[in-house]
């Protein structure tokens, strides 16, 4: 079967891909090749974040690659905090103090609307090819919902009423920003 390897450690999302893969891939862990340096992401770009990632895997394990990187982009703040959004309310900051902060930063602004983007960064056989998940939604005015991660209790996605924390891993994992990515990613794979 072939090997590839996902750039993560994120068991998460690494159940999420190997679910999606259905057993006719076989895709390892950063664990699983060893590799226990920190990655730096110091892209100015989700692709360029995700795209140094895969790379460095390349080039210093030979694998075939592929890493991810996802962000928050809220139209009135023109697409931030995009690819600072784990580290929007300060380095090392809880998840919580993020949420809070756009909360803040949002109190009163008419104009809600928001996007989750992932780009995901393949890097096989010497070629780089980008895969991109969007999902459009709004940000609440109070956080809601007690599951998911991040910024889950303040987005809704269009379509529905409740928070992704609201609406459960469930539905969420299906319509998401990351699934939509790994599915193009998946379909690509299989036919390569
Ligand atoms: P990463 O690139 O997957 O590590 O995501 C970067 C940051 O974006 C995370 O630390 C979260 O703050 C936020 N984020 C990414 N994906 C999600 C999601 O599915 N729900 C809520 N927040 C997310």
Partial sequence: ????????????????????????????SLSDINCNGEIDETGATLEENALVKARYVKERFGYDCFADDTGLEVEALEG?????SARYAGESCHPEDNMQ?????LQ??????ARFRTVIA???????HLFEGIVRGRITEERRGGSGFG???????????LTFAELGND??????HRALATVKLMEFLMKK
């Avoid at 931030?80 to 600072?84: A, D, H, L």
């Avoid at 009163?108 to 609307?113: E, I, L, S, T, V």
């Avoid at 393949?122 to 780089?128: H, P, Q, T, V, W």
């Avoid at 303040?154 to 009423?161: A, L």
């Fill in 1 to 28: 079967m072939k090997k590839i390897v996902f750039a993560t450690n994120n068991k998460h999302k690494l159940e999420e891909i190997r679910r999606i893969a259905d057993n006719q891939l076989q895709i390892l």
């Fill in 80 to 84: 931030g905090p995009g690819v600072y």
């Fill in 101 to 105: 902060k756009l909360l803040s930063v």
């Fill in 108 to 113: 009163g602004a008419r104009n809600r609307n």
């Fill in 122 to 128: 393949l890097l096989i056989n010497s070629e780089e």
């Fill in 151 to 161: 910024y889950d209790p303040i987005f809704i996605p269009e379509g529905h009423d």
């Fill in 171 to 176: 539905i969420k994992n299906r319509i998401s």
